[in-house]
Nanobody, 118 residues
Framework: EVRLVESGGGLVQPGGSLRLSCVASGFTFDGYDMYWVRQAPGKGLEWVSTISWTGTTLYYAESMKGRFTISRDNAKNTLYLQMNSLKSEDTAVYYC???????????WGKGTLVTVSS
């Protein structure tokens, strides 16, 4: 059974940092691309970042470039998102997901809430 469990969310002031984690199980972790997507209050899903199964190819949404870093530790079946210089508009539920280039997202977790506020 596929499981994706996010953690690391919380309350942070603007300009602060958080590191999100996603522990995966139930599939061959190093055989899948991994994604972070988010949903801000009252808005739809927004793609944040992608990392290839090898960990060598990274993609970011424009508003996250230079602030967020996606990484993975295949030995630990864990995906990370380091978030720096956080802004109030980054407030959202952040989800991790797995997939393949041809099929897109297959499964995702229940999410972790990030709140950026003074």
């Amino acid at each position: 059974e596929v499981r994706l469990v996010e953690s690391g969310g919380g309350l942070v002031q603007p300009g602060g940092s958080l590191r999100l984690s996603c522990v995966a199980s139930g599939f061959t972790f190093d055989g899948y691309d991994m994604y972070w997507v988010r949903q801000a209050p009252g808005k739809g899903l927004e793609w944040v970042s992608t990392i290839s199964w090898t960990g060598t190819t990274l993609y970011y949404a424009e508003s996250m470039k230079g602030r967020f870093t996606i990484s993975r530790d295949n030995a630990k079946n864990t995906l990370y998102l380091q978030m720096n210089s956080l802004k109030s508009e980054d407030t959202a539920v952040y989800y991790c997901a797995n997939g393949l280039p041809a099929s897109g997202i297959d499964y995702w977790g229940k999410g972790t809430l990030v709140t950026v506020s003074s």
